[in-house]
């Protein structure tokens, strides 16, 4: 393989973003029962959001304020659904330094997304923050306003990288409704073209 089909394999250019190939190449199906919805729960900070996430998390805490810990329900009373990280970004506020204030549990201990479950439930206009619903890729936005995106690779999400694997599904193919939630049907569809064009031309790694 020459120089640039490497180059071009390791980021794919659709409009102003770029496409890390592992979004492509990497396995990944979210497998509840064997990670028990760790990735509410672990890490030291809360997920990106968007101002108008924000208004939107906040006309939804009546309807969701029964799915909530005392603590959550505390924590938001005294600094609001989200908060400015150290970086000055806006992140889902936390409990103890760890739980998203929007965990719930299930009837079997996994943990959920209270928004989520709403939403399933009831038919809410709002699933739960892009961030969250696009993991696991990370969008960036560079210095020129071009928007990367790049997999993340966490420990706990072990088992949807092997569930994904059996299943034989993508991580870009996962992540189709979030995808076109944040970037379009359009985008998406040229998207998964590219990746068909860079399989049959085997530029694509398999992983």
Request: proline share 3%.
């Amino acid at each position: 393989m020459d120089d640039n089909a490497r180059s071009y394999a390791t980021m794919i250019e659709i409009g102003n973003t770029i496409v890390s190939s592992e979004c492509i190449t990497e396995y990944f199906a979210c497998d509840l029962s064997a990670c028990r919805g760790m990735c509410c729960i672990e890490g030291d900070a809360g997920a990106p959001v968007t101002a108008d996430e924000i208004a939107k998390m906040e006309a939804l805490l009546p309807t969701v304020s029964h799915r909530l810990s005392h603590a959550a329900l505390s924590v938001i009373r005294r600094q609001g659904v989200a908060y400015k990280d150290p970086d000055g970004d806006m992140v889902t506020s936390i409990v103890h330094g760890r739980n998203c204030v929007f965990t719930c549990y299930g009837d079997d201990g996994v943990c959920l997304c209270a928004l989520e479950r709403e939403h399933a439930e009831s038919g809410t206009d709002f699933v739960k923050p892009l961030s969250c619903a696009l993991y696991p890729i990370r969008v960036t936005e560079l210095s020129n306003g071009t928007l990367a995106l790049n997999y993340h690779r966490w420990e706990i999400c072990a088992p949807a990288r092997l569930l994904g694997r059996k299943l034989h599904t993508r991580v870009y193919s996962y992540l189709r409704k979030p995808l076109i939630r944040a970037f379009g049907q359009s985008w998406y569809d040229e998207l998964d073209t590219t990746v068909h064009e860079l399989e049959r031309q085997h530029i694509l790694d398999e992983h």
